[in-house]
């Protein structure tokens, strides 16, 4: 079983609808993340959760929110979805205290808004 | 600002080396992450450096100079599925990982 999924994996949505991306994770980990890619761009950070208390922006927050509802999980939702925010998005956990911050990613879940 | 640079793009032959460099301007540093990508799948773990010199991992290299702050994957015997994008990421004074945009590495026969 993979250690870090992602669902949906794909998704088509219209411009205004409200969606939730979900993460679940059973490495332990307590430090989440959300990235989106765009081609050419590399990735960029959303959010970051380091423990279920813990929510953090990162570099584009702007048009997201995310819910640490345990430590297996952290959700991305897009309040009213436009078309710029088609890309292909990953989360991702890592632990400092084991494994010097190694990043291990999700799958990706694609997203297109029409 | 923080910044991390790599060529965009780069093409080599099957069984060949290629080197794969990175600079980067970060505040702080606690390590350097290489991370491979193929087309449209998750990026995964490759190395990491936090003390200058060279780390081998059977056919993949990756050497930090931290004076310079430069970093550079070598890639060995290159097969056809070395085909990817290649990830350099810096580990700054806020434990923030820093992405480079990528390298993507086209293989030709």
């Known amino acids: 079983d993979a250690d870090v999924t992602q669902t949906p994996r794909n998704r088509i949505t219209k411009t205004g609808k409200r969606i939730m991306l979900e993460c679940s994770q059973t490495k332990g980990h307590d430090r989440m993340y959300w990235y989106r890619q765009d081609p050419g761009l590399g990735l960029r950070l959303i959010y970051y959760?380091?423990?279920?208390?813990?929510?953090n922006k990162g570099e584009i927050s702007d048009g997201y929110s995310v819910s640490r509802q345990a430590q297996a999980k952290f959700s991305l939702s897009l309040e009213s979805a436009i078309p710029n925010q088609t890309a292909l998005y990953f989360c991702a956990t890592s632990d400092l205290r084991t494994d010097q911050e190694t990043q291990y990613f999700g799958p990706g879940t694609r997203l297109l808004v029409l | 600002g923080q910044n991390i640079d790599q060529p965009t793009e780069m093409t080599a032959t099957e069984g060949a080396i290629v080197q794969i460099n990175c600079t980067y301007q970060t505040s702080g540093f606690n390590g350097l992450f290489w991370y491979q990508q193929h087309a449209g799948e998750a990026p995964t773990f490759l190395s990491y450096?936090?003390l200058d010199g060279l780390e081998e991992k059977g056919r993949f290299s990756s050497f930090l100079s931290r004076s310079k702050g430069y970093s550079y994957l070598l890639l060995k015997e290159l097969q056809m599925k070395d085909s990817a994008s290649y990830l350099c990421a810096v580990l700054d004074s806020n434990y923030q990982l820093i992405w480079g945009a990528g390298t993507k590495l086209i293989i030709k026969p």
């Open positions: 450096n936090v």
């Open positions: 959760s380091f423990d279920v208390k813990d929510i």
